[in-house]
């Protein structure tokens, strides 16, 4: 139900936009946000929005390089400025029920649903 979009092949210090469409449900009541793992490492949070509110919550290691949004109830962007190899990975976008958006940084947070992976490679 959340299928992840824009991957790509991009060079060191250049932009990317993912896009994450949600389907079969209003997904207004939901917190939506975007995870990466890079290869040999644990999935880690990068950002997380909700509708209602408005509310953003980014990972302190991506902060100002990275920029959630939402701009309807089912679907969520992500644009990251200043790519850098290390930035390589598979995106993920998931999305949890009736709850603030710092509850989708902590780890081992469940979610409801999970999208299935975009690959993002950067090269130097």
């Known amino acids: 139900q959340l299928q992840a979009f824009g991957g790509g092949l991009v060079q060191d210090g250049g932009s990317l936009r993912l896009s994450c469409a949600a389907s079969?449900?209003?997904?207004?009541?939901?917190?939506m946000g975007w995870f990466r793992q890079a290869p040999g490492k644990e999935r880690e949070f990068v950002a997380a929005?909700?509708?209602?509110?408005?509310?953003t919550y980014y990972s302190d290691s991506l902060k100002g390089r990275v920029t959630i949004s939402r701009t309807n109830t089912n679907t969520v962007y992500l644009r990251m400025n200043s790519l850098k190899p290390e930035d390589t990975a598979v995106y993920y976008c998931?999305?949890?029920?009736?709850?603030?958006?710092?509850?989708?940084?902590?780890?081992?947070?469940?979610?409801?649903?999970w999208g299935q992976g975009t690959q993002v490679t950067v090269s130097s």
């Open positions: 998931a999305a949890k029920r009736w709850t603030v958006v710092q509850s989708m940084g902590v780890e081992g947070s469940k979610m409801d649903y």
């Open positions: 079969g449900r209003d997904f207004s009541t939901y917190a």
């Open positions: 929005a909700s509708w209602g509110s408005g509310s």
